[in-house]
């Protein structure tokens, strides 16, 4: 090749790189070109550029300084709306369910803390639960064996002492049998509490007499709303039952409609369903000490004078729940009682009957505000 050629070349290569510098240069300055026109046209959205170079620094720090107040102020404002959702989410969330687990690891302990002998857990409970059953035996006793059903809230730790006591008052031998339902005391909760009716308590009953191998016939003792079951057993199986004796018995009439007695249960109803669900989250436990030293009248008796481990089961869940239960199946007994008068209303008229009441009518407004014309309804 020739060196005019070689010449040509090399001032073509050059032409080239001189026309790339000039682009990029023109490039360059298009750029610095926008970016002042922007600059222009964004003059009012700072501050700093609409001050002169000298103040630029001062305008700065101002700047500076209302941002960050703004922003403190957003914040201080702010601030007790977040406490408040932090404490909402604590107490509805964070709390119940701690108190949830302490729940059932106190009701286990003191179940097993004050947990009867082991030879009285009978598996004869629905769907084979344990039960507590005291079964007072007297193999030389001439006299017909008793059946005690409790009322409404009290388990065999309170029962079970006043069953002894009845024995030695007897001076001869007498054999009784009592048993708390599931969730009483220290039998176990049944696993839906919808199934228990009039219908499954009285099963229960009939389960345990004929697993008990009692002998026939025998005196039926019914105390407050454990008379009610006591009058549907007798009813259903008249030839099992001797006698029938009812201790303040609770009338079945009371839940006919618009009886005030009705009305207050229905609402110690929904009262002790509240208890329950603050009971599950563990709240009510740490308060049952309360109960001996403040609870007035014949309730706080009954608190002070009771077996600790009857007042410790009381505030739990499954104590309360049970409460609900028995309060909503106790308006169906009615309707299984009237349903067995009608159907046989001779069979019973020939079992001895005995009610025992302590009702003081001299008081203005006895038994929570009711008079004498109020409770015969």
């Avoid at 006793?141 to 002894?164: A, C, D, H, R, W």
């Avoid at 199934?195 to 009939?206: F, G, H, M, P, W």
């Avoid at 030839?239 to 004796?245: F, N, R, T």
């Avoid at 009371?254 to 007695?261: L, T």
Wanted: hydrophobic content about 35%; glycine content about 6%; some cysteine.
């Amino acid at each position: 090749m020739s060196s005019s050629e070689n010449d040509e070349i090399s001032s073509k290569r050059n032409n080239n790189s001189d026309l790339n510098r000039l682009e990029k240069q023109s490039v360059n300055s298009s750029d610095e070109i926008h970016r002042e026109i922007y600059k222009k046209l964004k003059w009012y959205e700072n501050p700093v550029l609409q001050t002169s170079s000298s103040n630029q620094p001062k305008t700065t720090t101002y700047s500076s300084f209302y941002s960050s107040l703004c922003t403190g102020l957003l914040i201080v404002a702010f601030l007790p709306i977040i406490l408040i959702a932090f404490v909402l989410f604590l107490l509805l969330w964070i709390l119940p369910g701690l108190g949830w687990f302490y729940e059932g690891y106190a009701e286990a302990r003191d179940r097993k803390k004050y947990y009867p002998p082991i030879d009285e857990m009978k598996p004869w409970g629905p769907d084979n639960k344990l039960i507590h059953v005291v079964h007072l035996r007297a193999p030389e006793s001439k006299l017909p064996p008793i059946v005690y059903v409790s009322g409404m809230g009290l388990s065999m730790y309170f029962v079970k002492p006043l069953l002894l006591k009845f024995v030695e008052y007897m001076g001869e031998p007498v054999e009784i049998i009592s048993f708390d339902p599931p969730g009483y005391g220290a039998s176990e909760p049944p696993n839906d509490w919808d199934t228990e009716n009039a219908e499954s308590q009285r099963l229960l009953l009939r389960q345990v007499i004929t697993k008990s191998t009692l002998r026939k016939p025998f005196i039926l003792l019914g105390a407050s709303a454990g008379g009610l079951l006591a009058h549907l057993y007798c009813l259903t199986y008249p030839k099992d039952v001797a006698g029938i004796i009812l201790t303040d018995p609770t009338p079945f009439t009371i839940f006919e409609q618009g009886s005030p007695v009705g009305k207050v249960l229905n609402r110690a109803c929904i009262q002790c369903g509240i208890m329950a669900r603050v009971a599950s989250w563990g709240f009510l436990r740490p308060l049952s000490f309360l109960l001996h030293h403040f609870s007035t009248g014949d309730v706080g008796d009954i608190f002070r004078c009771s077996h600790p481990g009857y007042t410790a089961l009381l505030m739990t869940h499954t104590m309360l729940q049970k409460l609900v239960s028995q309060l909503r199946y106790l308006h169906t007994i009615r309707d299984c009682i009237s349903k067995q008068l009608h159907d046989d209303a001779t069979s019973h008229r020939n079992i001895p009957l005995l009610v025992l009441s302590a009702l003081n009518w001299t008081k203005k407004r006895p038994y929570g505000g009711f008079t004498r014309e109020e409770m015969r309804q």
